[in-house]
């Protein structure tokens, strides 16, 4: 269990990190107008949906874009695949609605282009191939490997994939770390997708599948 003191500085950098998004990151978050991102302008955004899975020993982690008392929570870091994001680029990605964000989905808004998404996970540690540790011991943040998907101008909603992570309860560790995940996959559920985008997005029309893929390497 953490101390008073780890807790609060975790609690107090996941409020920073959710205070520092700037114009684009509220754009990303922010639903585009239905009409104008079903059209094929190249600056009109579309929506990415997605999902983020945390298995801790075998068990789903309840609601993983929620803040959890033990300072466990996940980010998103988005932006073009040739930019270098930096360590104030987090943010909390756009919930399609309480339900399923509670399950993990989520989604970006983005116009039409080449992207890289890498997730950014407070009380964490990554230890797969091409993963960043850029935390403290007192507040420890991972950064994980980038995944490359492009957003097409012919529709208006996208499925990238789901992003499972396989992870344990830490050990012998610094107070603040609580979980040390070993591996990132990126699996398919159309299905789930499909049921997520009919009651939350149905708006924005049909849903295409474009399968992000995963690039060990590291995030400038």
């Known amino acids: 269990m953490s101390s008073?003191?780890?807790?609060?500085?975790?609690?107090?950098?996941?409020?920073?990190s959710a205070g520092c998004a700037d114009r684009g990151a509220v754009q990303m978050t922010t639903r585009p107008t239905p009409g104008a991102s079903q059209g094929a302008g190249a600056g009109e955004r579309k929506v990415v949906l997605f999902r983020a899975v945390v298995d801790v020993?075998?068990?789903?982690m309840d609601e993983p874009w929620s803040l959890h008392l033990s300072?466990?929570?996940l980010f998103t870091v988005a932006g073009p695949a040739d930019a270098q994001l930096g360590s104030r680029h987090s943010f909390?990605?756009?919930r399609p609605g309480a339900t399923a964000s509670d399950a993990g989905w989520a989604f970006l808004a983005l116009p039409p282009g080449a992207y890289q998404l890498v997730f950014e996970g407070m009380a964490m540690r990554f230890s797969m191939a091409g993963s960043q540790y850029i935390g403290s011991e007192a507040v420890p943040i991972a950064r994980s490997p980038p995944s490359a998907f492009v957003v097409a101008p012919d529709a208006g909603l996208f499925y990238i994939g789901?992003?499972?992570f396989?992870?344990?309860?830490?050990t012998s560790t610094p107070d603040g770390l609580k979980l040390e995940c070993t591996n990132l996959s990126i699996r398919d559920e159309p299905q789930l997708a499909r049921r997520v985008a009919q009651a939350s997005l149905g708006e924005y029309?049909?849903?295409?599948?474009v399968p992000a893929i995963l690039e060990e390497k590291h995030n400038p």
């Open 4 to 16: 008073p003191r780890t807790g609060l500085a975790l609690v107090l950098m996941a409020a920073l």
């Open 57 to 60: 020993d075998g068990k789903p």
């Open 71 to 73: 300072g466990l929570r």
């Open 92 to 94: 909390l990605p756009g």
């Open 162 to 164: 789901t992003f499972s």
């Open 166 to 170: 396989t992870c344990h309860e830490a």
């Open 205 to 209: 029309g049909p849903m295409q599948e």
